[in-house]
């Protein structure tokens, strides 16, 4: 799937829920732009997957960006639409999260 996902985002056929916008824009580490969003999904990992999301399987991915900002994504895939969907974004807050990548109990 992110392959996917990586090639939606290279072609522009990605779309952003409301939610993950009002996210983005008030994030409590500053405001996450689209660049760092690209940038993290590009270069990033999965690190959780979701296969029974409803209506789309998703997963998280966690990536930097190129100024080493966290970003963790939740993305989806459209395969009837040649989607990418990202549900929300966010930047981990390391109180929660280990290494960014697992999280804490």
């Not at 989806?76 to 974004?89: K, M, N, P």
């Amino acid at each position: 799937m992110i392959a996917k996902i990586r090639d939606c985002f290279k072609a522009g056929k990605i779309y952003y829920s409301k939610h993950a916008r009002d996210e983005m824009e008030n994030d409590k580490f500053g405001e996450i732009l689209d660049q760092e969003v690209y940038e993290a999904v590009l270069f990033g990992k999965v690190i959780e997957n979701y296969p029974d999301d409803f209506p789309y399987p998703s997963c998280l991915i966690y990536g930097r960006t190129r100024k080493e900002r966290h970003i963790h994504v939740v993305c989806a895939y459209s395969a009837l639409e040649l989607l990418g969907i990202v549900i929300t974004v966010y930047e981990p807050d390391p109180e929660k999260w280990f290494d960014f990548l697992r999280r804490k109990q």
